[in-house]
């Protein structure tokens, strides 16, 4: 059977072309090798591919065993593969010439081709399968998906490439001019997918934000445009079937609205409260625009929208701009600040490492709107982290010593003052956890005599802070191995760990934390230089010795403070 199998192989296997289609490439070797349909080649390489209604879409799925198709082709691997478009994992994304593109996007079930390139070279064209490619960019005309012989929509059920059930060959049919506007969103396409495209932009399309689009945006954003202006036209049922020179009118118009922007997208608007006077038509083409909108690139569109909204907001009482206006996508920078309780300088942060979207008016400008969705997204997040009460919970401590551990560098947080300038620090939980266990990997697992009585967390907590020491400084010297944990008790957090007493005492004798009036001097001088916050985390967070060597002297002039401060790095 195997043997059979690494046999077979098509009497007739003509080499692909780059840029073909994998089912133009199937419906060739079908017309080569003489057979009724592509769906004789599908059934002896065991695939059960419907092939009338688009169901070729699933040669693109990684999970479809294709060895016996690619036998029967006698390509290997890497030729066959340069055919395909590859699904991006767990996404409705395709690999196409380099870019992504959503799948709803191509059309499996209504193919479409151009005579004239047929006439030159007998093979379909990759690029044909896009739903926004309605002309060729070769020859300027559209591109044709309904036979004039029969009137019939053209199928991949044939078994001829250029040739229609009907006898008619469609290299002899007439063609009809394509829009000039057509045209440049094929170019653009053409280009976005890797194909030569030599032509330069003019200056109308310099100043078009459709040029600055990778594909499946540009895709995204002339499709929005198109349907709802098929909806105007009254076509019934906008489905990815629709003749191609509906498609073609509507993305011409889509394309024009994109010109001159947004003055152009304003007019659009105006056609659609006109056209559809009621307040749910108004919402869907919100809701619409909002979730195309998900994408950081497209954002202008919804800053244009919500101008437009503002604009008729303040000059008419038409109910449908008016539920357009309610639940703002973007906000000014200072609502977005008092949304998130935070001050500016954070809220820069989190744009420039893209926690929160955020939208410029002209490239290169400070960002003027922010996108309120993304804050809500990002508060959402961290109500999913520890805080700092949960945290000294599971750690059996109180909330100033988290802080305390904070400032030693035990615990790193992912959210707080100094990370995105949020009042309360918090936690992944994992952290929280392996804090405990990185003491525990300390346990010397058999406690040494020598070591004489032990000291529970708790009571060398109540210990250190009578004598004014850190707790988080003891902590870390617990992890650097200076202070070997002896025994586990039964307890939670850290309080299950015990300490030697002679080790206790030893750390505190060697240990020179800071003077109490020194470090208050020091913050109530330097106050007017830097925030308080800030400071007393430079202090924490520097090591003991250079203070040590200071607690002989009277520092407690403002030039002296100043020169302490230097030195450790405040300013």
């Not at 997204?377 to 919970?393: C, M, Q, S």
């Not at 109540?462 to 707790?471: D, H, P, T, V």
Request: aromatic share 10%; proline share 4%; net charge positive.
């Amino acid at each position: 059977m195997d043997a059979n199998i690494n046999a077979l192989r098509l009497l007739k296997t003509p080499l692909p072309r780059p840029d073909e289609s994998l089912m133009g490439y199937i419906l060739r070797l079908t017309e080569e090798n003489g057979y009724d349909s592509p769906t004789w080649i599908f059934n002896q390489a065991e695939l059960n591919i419907s092939v009338a209604d688009g169901g070729w879409k699933t040669l693109y799925h990684d999970r479809l065993k294709l060895c016996h198709l690619k036998r029967l082709t006698g390509l290997d691997h890497t030729e066959f593969e340069a055919l395909r478009y590859k699904f991006i994992e767990s996404t409705d994304l395709l690999a196409v010439s380099g870019s992504s593109l959503s799948s709803h996007h191509l059309r499996f079930a209504s193919p479409k081709i151009c005579p004239a390139c047929i006439r030159q070279d007998k093979y379909y064209q990759r690029l044909w399968d896009l739903l926004s490619l309605t002309a060729c960019p070769t020859h300027g005309t559209v591109l044709m998906d309904v036979c004039p012989g029969c009137g019939k929509a053209i199928s991949w059920h044939r078994n001829r490439l250029s040739v229609c059930k009907c006898g008619l060959d469609w290299r002899d049919a007439d063609q009809t001019e394509a829009d000039p506007l057509s045209l440049k969103i094929a170019r653009q396409v053409q280009k976005l997918c890797g194909s030569n495209s030599n032509k330069g932009q003019s200056y109308d399309e310099k100043n078009n934000p459709l040029y600055d689009l990778g594909l499946d945006d540009l895709c995204n954003a002339l499709s929005l445009m198109a349907c709802s202006y098929l909806h105007i036209k009254d076509v019934p049922g906008v489905k990815w079937v629709t003749n191609n020179s509906l498609w073609h009118e509507a993305y011409s118009y889509a394309y024009s609205i994109f010109m001159n922007w947004p003055e152009n997208f304003y007019k659009f608007l105006d056609r659609e409260r006109q056209q559809h006077q009621n307040a749910e038509y108004g919402y869907d083409l919100r809701r619409r625009i909002n979730k195309l909108c998900d994408e950081k690139a497209l954002y202008f569109i919804m800053v244009a929208f919500e101008g437009y909204c503002d604009f008729y907001w303040e000059n008419t009482n038409d109910q449908s701009v008016r539920l357009l206006s309610v639940n703002k996508r973007f906000v000014s920078q200072r609502e977005a600040c008092q949304d998130l309780h935070i001050e500016t300088k954070w809220l820069d942060v989190l744009i420039e490492r893209g926690k929160v979207g955020a939208f410029g008016r002209s490239p290169g400008s400070k960002y003027t709107l922010v996108d309120w969705q993304s804050c809500a997204r990002y508060r959402a997040k961290l109500k999913d982290l520890i805080n700092t009460p949960l945290a000294a919970e599971i750690l059996d401590i109180d909330s100033a010593i988290v802080h305390d551990l904070v400032r030693e560098g035990c615990l790193t947080p992912l959210s707080g003052p100094t990370i995105d300038g949020f009042a309360e620090w918090r936690f992944d939980y994992r952290e929280i956890v392996n804090l405990i266990e990185r003491i525990r990997a300390k346990l010397t697992g058999k406690r040494s005599t020598a070591q004489g009585i032990l000291m529970s967390f708790g009571r060398i907590i109540k210990y250190l802070e009578k004598k004014k020491l850190s707790i988080g400084h003891f902590v870390r010297s617990v992890l650097e191995g200076k202070i070997i944990p002896q025994k586990e008790l039964p307890h939670k957090g850290l309080s299950c760990f015990a300490f030697s007493k002679k080790q206790v005492n030893n750390y505190v004798g060697e240990y020179q934390g800071p003077r109490p009036e020194v470090v208050k001097s020091i913050k109530c001088q330097a106050e007017m230089l830097v925030r308080r916050t800030e400071l007393s985390n430079m202090i924490y967070t520097k090591s003991s010795s250079l203070l040590s060597s200071l607690w002989d002297e009277d520092l407690f002039e403002l030039g002296d403070i100043v020169n302490v401060a230097k030195q450790l790095f405040i300013f």
